[in-house]
């Protein structure tokens, strides 16, 4: 099995949305907005990374990044997510190695850190730590995880785009 990870095109946008849709059918803590966030994200121009993983030339998994502001006004953080893998690839390395191009790509951009609402278990293999100095309201605090990419401390309030205020 030979996955290619590469940047979203415009002409993916249709898949990504299907993929997105399928992926989170049955996942628990879901609204299942997802594809919603990532369409209203892309419409504001507010998708700073987004990553899709091919096989034979489909797409099976997306991922992506978008600017976060945190009430201390550091600025370089982003949040990542959503994170979809096509249901029937699950379980096959897929989601990692979209984490590790994503979070490859921050690193070598410089930005300041990323933050994720999810399951420690999963985004703790890659870094990501309960951090008390920045916090989502209204989340259990051990779901919202942080990963510096420098030296820069922030503290505060997180809020994501206003996309994520679906439903």
């Avoid at 399928?22 to 419409?43: C, G, K, V």
């Avoid at 121009?45 to 997306?62: C, N, P, T």
Wanted: aromatic share 8%; proline share 5%.
């Amino acid at each position: 099995m030979t996955i290619h990870i590469r940047p979203e095109t415009h002409a993916d946008s249709d898949a990504i949305e299907a993929l997105t849709i399928a992926a989170f059918l049955e996942a628990p803590h879901t609204d299942h907005n997802e594809q919603l966030i990532i369409r209203d994200l892309r419409a504001a121009g507010a998708l700073r990374h987004s990553l899709v993983a091919e096989q034979d030339g489909i797409i099976v998994g997306h991922l992506c990044f978008s600017p976060v502001t945190i009430s201390d006004g550091s600025q370089g953080w982003l949040g990542l997510g959503p994170i979809a893998v096509a249901p029937e690839w699950q379980g096959k390395g897929i989601g990692a190695a979209l984490m590790r191009a994503g979070l490859d790509a921050l690193d070598s951009e410089g930005v300041a850190g990323c933050v994720v609402l999810g399951e420690p278990g999963f985004y703790g293999r890659f870094g990501f730590v309960a951090d008390a100095r920045l916090q989502l309201p209204g989340v259990p605090a051990e779901y919202f995880m942080a990963r510096r990419h420098g030296d820069e401390q922030a503290s505060g309030e997180v809020s994501y785009h206003c996309a994520f205020n679906q439903g």
